[in-house]
């Protein structure tokens, strides 16, 4: 315990434990995101109610956790691979291939209910996920090609490729089993959100848990160094790539499951870019190394909330995506700690502008 001038006592260690709590990579994500469900609660009373119907739990913070599930699933991919230095500006076409294969062969069946076909269309549409995602892997760490243009060169071919499955025309299946992986509820909850965590856990347990993550983070900090203590980089990134499509593999499903369809040309649309910012919001450099998964995932919502809270709040279609961007640059020059600085200092100059003269003559 230690006394000021009047007296008073204050608590080392509460100041130490509000300084670390600040310094907190998800301090201002989750601050954030707490600001944008208040302003929701404000604006509309009823955001928060969660009503039970047949089982089935409704209101705007399920739907949030349920639309965002794809977004989270994609972020989680994108977190690994922007740890090693990299960038998959390809994961919205994987969305789209995935959910036209799997709609495109469940359609072509004689039994759209048969859990066989349905089984067996998902497991080819990831196999595939997973493929593209090795190609990308492979054009990065073997050939040496700038993960922005190696990616680039998939999300570019790949919606040609998805408009091939589909045939140009928008494929509509009528598979309860499938519609289940999008729209279904388990718990009476979301199915979608059991796949998040799972998906989550499992990349927690193998990034925290083994040397996996550690390897992730050497390769980012530094291919060359971590090459010569031993690690295989190209190996690390060829896996996180590969981790990355099949992560959009698994989006692609619940977005094609929930509308029963697949679009080749607008599903999984700009995702990429949303599951960037979920990253940078959360707390990970793009210039690679140290990852935060719980960061992302917290973007992720965040991302969401905010693209509900636009609907609700009745912004016009044609503004959306301005107020989206606006948003979305506040909350990381926010976020950002050389700008909170420089407010900080520019605010000290002009309140005190006599102590600033002094000490620069001193």
Sequence with gaps: MTADSKGRYSSGSQSSLLSRAYKHHLFWPLALWIALLLFNLFYSPSFFKV??????LYGSLIDILNFGAPLM????????VIATRGIDLSVGSVV????????QM??????????????????????????????????VSITGIQPIIATLILMVAGRGIAQLITDGQIIT???????????????????????????FAISALLTRRTALGLYIESVG?????????????????????????????????????????????????????????????????????????????????????LTTTIY??????????????????????????SFRKAIISRWKTRRYPAEREVTRHA
């Design 221 to 305: 900090c530094n291919p060359e160094a971590s090459r010569l203590a031993g690690i295989r980089a190209k190996t690390v990134m060829i896996i996180v790539y590969m981790f990355c499509g099949l992560c959009a593999g698994v989006a692609g499903l619940i977005l094609s499951g929930n509308v029963a369809s697949a679009d080749g040309n607008n599903a999984g649309l700009w995702i990429e870019l949303d599951a960037i910012l979920a990253v940078v919001i959360g707390g990970t450099s793009l210039t690679g190394g140290r990852f935060y998964l719980t960061g992302t995932i917290v973007g992720a919502l965040m991302i969401q909330t």
């Design 106 to 139: 469940i359609s072509k069946g004689s039994d759209q209910n048969a859990l066989s076909l349905v089984l067996y269309a998902i497991v080819m549409a990831l196999v595939l996920s997973v493929a593209l995602g090795l190609w990308n892997g492979l054009l």
């Design 73 to 80: 699933l994609v972020a989680i991919g994108m977190t690994t």
């Design 96 to 103: 789209a291939i995935a959910g036209a294969l799997a709609c």
């Design 312 to 337: 609700s709040v009745g912004v016009r279609p044609e503004v959306t995506l301005v107020v989206k961007a606006v948003v979305v640059l506040a909350v990381c020059l926010i976020q950002s700690e």
């Design 51 to 56: 009503v039970v119907r047949e089982g089935h």
């Design 173 to 199: 299946v009528s598979s309860t089993p499938y519609q289940y992986i999008g729209a279904g509820s388990l718990a009476g909850l979301p199915f979608s959100i059991f796949l998040v965590a799972i998906v």
